[in-house]
Antibody
Framework: EVQLVETGGGLIQPGGSLRLSCAAS????????MSWVRQAPGKGLQWVSV???????YYADSVKGRFTISRDISKNTIYLQMNSLRAEDTAVYYC??????????????WGQGTLVTVSS | SYELTQPPSVSVSPGQTARISCSGD??????AHWYQQKPGQAPVLVIY?????PSGIPERFSGSSSGSGTTVTLTISGVQAEDEADYYC????????????FGTGTKVTVL
């Protein structure tokens, strides 16, 4: 079964750091484009970052320079390292896979999400 | 930045048709995809490439593009109570600078 499971969320003080993990099963993360998408409480979806199969990475302007996406081939897992966290980073963070096979931009598999709360 | 605009809410009676619009300057050059999100759950893909339906999605969900215009539409025919959810369109800008842009979201209420 194709599945994504996020872990690592929690309560963190402003200025702190947190690393989210997204473990994949049923497919190999290095062959597909993998993204992080977040949703602040009561708000809409916001794309955060992507790591392409070749390893290149891109970020939303709001997190550029603070967040880093990476992957571990041996664990078939992607990560989101979040530094200098702000209250406005409070959200449920989802990882998602872009559908392979030429369906550019289509996010076909989503994890259940992990909640990050930035507060003192 | 690039924006996709949706109406905040749509209300429909059971069995009727709900239509949700999504406006963006890059349409029709870029495809639109649609996601359904129920409270406390992750988004689920319901339409991709303007009008294609993934396996397992009911036929009452359909999508269309205006052809030459800058609006795409998600249509839910014969709405059922279980269709009450938030719906988001998603696309990219004309240059691909912003690879994944989500619409503002529409709350569909089944009366």
């Amino acid at each position: 079964e194709v599945q994504l499971v996020e872990t690592g969320g929690g309560l963190i003080q402003p200025g702190g750091s947190l690393r989210l993990s997204c473990a994949a099963s049923g497919f190999t993360v290095t062959r597909d484009y993998m993204s992080w998408v977040r949703q602040a409480p009561g708000k809409g979806l916001q794309w955060v970052s992507v790591i392409y199969s070749a390893g290149s990475t891109y970020y939303a302007d709001s997190v550029k320079g603070r967040f880093t996406i990476s992957r571990d081939i041996s664990k078939n897992t992607i990560y989101l390292q979040m530094n200098s966290l702000r209250a406005e980073d409070t959200a449920v963070y989802y990882c998602a896979r872009e559908s392979p096979g030429g369906l550019k931009g289509v996010l076909d598999i989503w994890g259940q999400g992990t909640l990050v709360t930035v507060s003192s | 930045s690039y924006e996709l605009t949706q109406p905040p809410s749509v209300s429909v009676s059971p069995g009727q048709t709900a239509r949700i619009s999504c406006s963006g300057d890059a349409f029709p050059k870029q495809y639109a995809h649609w996601y359904q999100q129920k409270p406390g759950q992750a988004p689920v893909l319901v339409i991709y490439k303007d009008s294609e339906r993934p396996s397992g999605i009911p036929e009452r969900f359909s999508g269309s593009s205006s052809g030459s215009g800058t609006t795409v539409t998600l249509t839910i025919s014969g709405v059922q109570a279980e269709d009450e959810a938030d719906y988001y369109c998603q696309s990219t800008d004309s240059r691909g600078t912003y690879p994944y842009v989500f619409g503002t979201g529409t709350k569909v209420t089944v009366l």
